[in-house]
Every structure is written in C-alpha cells, then in structure tokens.
T-cell receptor, first 113, second 109 residues
Framework: GAGVSQSPSNKVTEKGKDVELRCDPI?????LYWYRQSLGQGLEFLIY????????KSGLPSDRFSAERTGGSVSTLTIQRTQQEDSAVYLC???????????FGPGTRLTVL | GIQVEQSPPDLILQEGANSTLRCNFS?????LQWFHQNPWGQLINLFY???GTKQNGRLSATTVATERYSLLYISSSQTTDSGVYFC???????????FGGGTRLMVKP
C-alpha cells in the first residue's frame, strides 16, 4: 500500500490481558515512531526506531510496554497486563530519515474494560 | 524538552471566512509539520515547513525559525475544513514530534 497501515483498527480487551498492535510503514522508510492519543488530548511520543534498533524508548510509560521491529519494516507494540489508563488511540508514523516528514497511519483504538 | 503552544485553542468561522492559526515553539527545530485531524481521527499532512513559506490551494504556511513561530493560513474556509489542526516539531536534540495542544476549528455553513 501507499500509506502507513495499522491493525487492528479497534481492540477491546479486559484489564490484565496482553495486546499486540501492528504497524506497516511506508515502503523504504527507515524511521518508525509510535505515539498515543488519549481522548481529547494531544499526541505523546512512545518510541522511535531507526532500522531495527530503538535508540529512543524514552516515551514508554512503563515496563509493561515494549516494541520491536523486524526486517526494517513491520513493528509491533505490545502492552502487557493492560490497565484502564492504557485506553487510547495508538498511532504509528514513518519517515525517510530521522528528521524527515512523518506520515501517520489511521491508528488502533484500544479500549481496556 | 521543547514546548509547543498553539493559538487560538478554539475557533468558529462562517463558511467563506479566512483565518490564521499560530504555533510558537521554545527552541530551534529541525522539522515542523502542520496536520489536520479529521473527525475520524486520521492525521492528514498539510505542510512540512521547518522554515520559509509554502502554499497548497487555499492553505498556506509560514515558519520564521529565527523567531520561533509558524502560521497556518486558511482562506475561503469550507465546512470540510472543520477538525483539529496540530503543529508539531522535532528539536535539535531529538527525533520524535512534539505536538502542540491543537486548534479546534468549526466552520459553519
């Protein structure tokens, strides 16, 4: 596809369960970012990948959050033992390089009951 | 970290009116982008403009990096322009976008 894709588009889970969110960046984009947007709020940064390595994990809110990227392409964000405060829209973006224009996917809306 | 402030927070326009949205940032930047978040939550790229002026149809943007602000101009507004407009920057020390609080625009027919 031409743009960034994310799956699932919606995820409802129970408190304490683990969830995996997937991001497919634009082909050829080496940089990949995860952000989240809580209801009515702005976007907060979670983690940045350059290739397969994550030089900046400073935004991950707790050790329940982890992410990986394989083959310099697809990335998964995993949240373990989900809590209600994890409910948000999780957005993925990619860019050609570290400071290039970032393009966003449609997001995954996560609801933790 | 860098601070990004947008004004006004809310704006109501009559269709056909013009408007100017402002973004102030507290430090030097390597990247500045304007986005429109539509009612379905999709972030749509408007401009990648760390400096200078760009135009795209009824929209234009100017960034004065030395004075640490950017302006987004919307002319002849339409109801489809409604939504939230975000300014976001990457500072010299980082790589991720830091977002402003957004301007919520409503264009009435």
């Amino acid at each position: 596809g031409a743009g960034v894709s994310q799956s699932p588009s919606n995820k409802v889970t129970e408190k304490g369960k683990d969830v995996e969110l997937r991001c497919d960046p634009i082909s050829g984009h080496t940089a990949l970012y995860w952000y989240r947007q809580s209801l009515g709020q702005g976007l907060e940064f979670l983690i940045y990948f350059q290739g397969n390595s994550a030089p900046d994990k400073s935004g991950l809110p707790s050790d329940r959050f982890s992410a990986e990227r394989t083959g310099g392409s697809v990335s998964t964000l995993t949240i373990q033992r989900t809590q209600q405060e994890d409910s948000a829209v999780y957005l993925c973006a990619s860019s050609l390089g570290q400071w290039g224009e970032q393009f966003f996917g449609p997001g995954t809306r996560l609801t933790v009951l | 970290g860098i601070q990004v402030e947008q004004s006004p927070p809310d704006l109501i326009l009559q269709e056909g009116a013009n408007s100017t949205l402002r973004c102030n940032f507290s430090d030097s930047v390597n990247n500045l982008q304007w986005f429109h978040q539509n009612p379905w939550g999709q972030l749509i790229n408007l401009f990648y403009i760390p400096s200078g002026t760009k135009q795209n149809g009824r929209l234009s943007a100017t960034t004065v990096a030395t004075e640490r602000y950017s302006l987004l101009y919307i002319s002849s507004s339409q109801t489809t322009d409604s939504g939230v407009y975000f300014c976001a920057v990457v500072d010299n020390a980082g790589n991720m976008l830091t977002f402003g609080g957004g301007t919520r625009l409503m264009v009435k027919p």
